[in-house]
């Protein structure tokens, strides 16, 4: 059974940073993208970044500039966060998309107070 581990949520100020790191706990084959998904409370799960095997590069608009999403290597996905705000607020949740399923991380807090 393959277990995504999220690392790297917390409490950073507004316009702070923030890097999050997703492993999985084995190789992985048939990868067609890594993505980091966010959903903040009374609100849906939504795509925040997404890469897809031949390197293309997905953003949700309100992250755009701000956010970037790296392949680190075939386990390994981190999405650094600059100009953190407020709205970024979430449980962030890494994502390997397969053919056939998906994976899913148990998710990390980020929040953005001062």
């Known amino acids: 059974q393959v277990q995504l581990v999220e690392s790297g949520g917390g409490l950073v100020q507004p316009g702070g940073s923030l890097r999050l790191s997703c492993v999985a706990s084995?190789?992985?084959?048939?990868?067609?993208?890594m993505g980091w998904y966010r959903q903040a409370p009374g609100k849906q799960r939504e795509l925040v970044a997404r890469i897809s095997r031949d390197g293309s590069l997905n953003y949700a608009e309100p992250v755009q500039g701000r956010f970037t999403i790296s392949r680190d290597n075939a386990k390994t996905v981190s999405l650094k966060m600059n100009n953190l705000k407020p709205e970024d607020t979430a449980v962030y949740y890494c994502n390997f998309n397969l053919s056939l399923r998906d994976y899913w991380g148990q998710g990390t807090q980020v929040t953005v107070s001062s």
């Open positions: 084995r190789d992985i084959f048939g990868i067609r993208a």
